[in-house]
């Protein structure tokens, strides 16, 4: 009999077979490229922003500031996929509404000119939890796990109990059995070799052991 296989393995299985997607939230240069790499990955993705210029050059295949279009050159990303890469991107939200989202990236500017403004946060943040919400528990093969909200954009630490939880419980969502909580800060340079998605350490945090696993889990697609 074969062994067991681990839940965030199982995870991970879901996500690599396409059964749920990734939807991420702001396809700026941190949106853009995470959208590239977890594309490149197999990862089934859909993007939004409210830029029209960004949804027309994501359909086109320019990913911003991965400076590439796919299919990527493998100085580029070592794990280029020649298959054509499953995105959808769109400037209505509302259409996550239909789709099997497991994992909400929030990758929104977070400043305004020189000073920090969570006002982004806080708009994309309240939409995501109506989406969650709306979707109903996450059940794979027999198993229920919390849908995935991380934050990816770099925010002032206290934003998460000011204006991430405080959008949870506005939505009637239980923290850690609908959803939970991450945060995964972008330090890489986003078109540079050196310093790349995969090579540079990712730091990770979650509002659960089970979530803090899945993260690890799903993030191991793309970084070393």
Do not use: K
Request: with cysteine.
């Amino acid at each position: 009999m074969s062994p067991p296989i681990a839940p965030d393995q199982e995870f991970l299985a879901a996500v690599r077979a396409g059964a749920v997607e990734a939807a991420i939230w702001g396809c700026g240069h941190i949106g853009a490229s995470a959208l590239f790499h977890l594309a490149v990955a197999g990862v089934r993705c859909f993007g939004y922003d409210v830029a029209p210029e960004r949804i027309t050059a994501i359909q086109d295949g320019r990913f911003l500031s991965t400076e590439v279009v796919h299919p990527a050159p493998p100085s580029a990303t070592p794990d280029t996929a020649v298959a054509p890469l499953r995105v959808s991107v769109s400037a209505d939200w509302h259409e996550m509404l239909s789709r099997p989202i497991a994992i909400h990236l929030i990758c929104v500017p977070t400043d305004r000119g020189p000073e920090p403004s969570s006002e982004a946060l806080a708009d994309v943040a309240a939409h995501a939890c109506q989406v969650i919400r709306a979707a109903g528990p996450l059940r794979l093969n027999g198993r229920t796990w919390p849908r995935l909200l991380v934050i990816e954009s770099t925010i002032v630490p206290s934003w998460l109990r000011d204006i991430v939880l405080p959008s949870v419980e506005r939505a009637g969502l239980e923290l850690n059995r609908d959803v939970a909580i991450g945060a995964a800060p972008r330090r890489d340079w986003f078109s540079g070799v050196e310093f790349s998605l995969r090579t540079l350490p990712r730091i990770l945090g979650a509002s659960s052991p089970q979530a803090a696993s899945m993260l690890t889990a799903f993030y191991s697609l793309v970084c070393s």
